[in-house]
């Protein structure tokens, strides 16, 4: 069993910049695909971005192209998500999960941590 721990949400300016991350324990880290998803209220959970296990290969939802990244530190049992140039659209519940695939999908993973809140104002 995976527990996953978010941290480092918060109330933002547009434009501004922070940097999310993801505790995991209870599990071999390295052994996992991570990956962040986001939640607005109302809407349904999108994915963000994932990560391999080693770390070498990243793929990014379009909302987060060209803005986030996706890093992970095996050795911290830590992934992270920075995230640049935010906007109002950024605004969210987000969300680390583990998968023992490397996936896009929210169905593959199989550990969620219980969310961070994002959000961003002028």
């Known amino acids: 069993q995976v527990q996953l721990v978010e941290s480092g949400g918060g109330l933002i300016n547009t434009g501004g910049s922070l940097r999310l991350s993801c505790l995991a324990s209870g599990g071999t880290f390295s052994m996992y695909g991570m990956g962040w998803f986001r939640q607005a209220t109302g809407k349904e959970r999108e994915f963000v971005a994932a990560i391999s296990w080693t770390g070498s290969s990243t793929i990014y939802g379009n909302s987060a192209k060209g803005r986030f990244t996706i890093s992970r530190d095996n050795a911290k049992n830590t992934v992270y998500l920075q995230m640049d140039s935010l906007d109002f659209e950024d605004t969210a519940v987000y969300y680390c999960?583990?998968?023992?695939?490397?996936?896009?999908?929210?169905?593959?993973?199989?550990?969620w941590g219980q969310g961070t809140q994002v959000t961003v104002s002028s």
């Open positions: 999960a583990a998968a023992e695939v490397y996936s896009i999908l929210a169905g593959s993973y199989k550990f």
